[in-house]
């Protein structure tokens, strides 16, 4: 389904980092509104979503005239000290609008021009690899970071249907890798995978990120909590995932396949 689209004109884009971003001096949401409405996105339960009345997932604001705001901003925020970037905290940068629009790659070649201390790109489409240009001017600046919660298509058909497969996001992983563009896969939050994925991860990058409902949603879980997930767990049979401790066999699986201090958990994964 089509997300509606609603023009805007933001006066500011750089926004503090803070509370989980607060390794990050900024954070940068080039559209308001995530057409992949995933089931567990903790967004959906912020002012943003809550005083829309059009449900999570289904309307995209699309921020017009960013680039030339962010070019002014990063210059300013320069001159004030080092500036780390995290793109996005509650949008995907490369939601399936941003074929059309072009937003986050017009703020890329902003960046690319005058490049931030650190950009991390967070995302879970395999549009980024469009970008690669950009992103190799980057150089070490930057780095990609995909998220991918299983292996198990059927899971993540039942947790966020309207999200790009898994298999495309391993094969971006690689492809950014080849074309020397720094990346990580973020499990966030981890799903319910098959003894397999720590492998197919390893063999498209080098770094991993772990995090659950409970180490990252900022509430110990308490803010998943009210989504009603559990409903989906039992629904697939998979109750047992959804606990504190369902992270240690993966997180034990992956610290056996990567390399000495790749594999991180919760915010410690997102650093700069
Ligand atoms: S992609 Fe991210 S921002 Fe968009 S709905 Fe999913 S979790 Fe939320």
Redesign the pocket.
Known sequence: MKPSLLDKYPKSLLNKGTGFLEGYSHSLNPYTG?????S?????GMPVSLFRSEE??TWVDLKRGAAELLRKELARAKAKGPVTIFM?S???PY?PIEYKEGITRSLLEVMADDPPDFLLL???SPLVTRDIDLLRRLGPRARVSM?VETDREDVRKAF?PA?PPIPARLRALRELADAGVGTQAAVAPLLPCTGNFPAALRSVTDRVCIDDYFMGDGSGGKRTARLGLDAVYERLGLSDWYARDAYHAVYKACLSCFPDGAVRLSQKGFLP
């Open positions: 995530c057409s992949f409405g995933c567990y996105c903790y967004v959906r999570w997932g996005s509650s949008t995907d939601q967070q995302t879970r998220t966020s999200a």
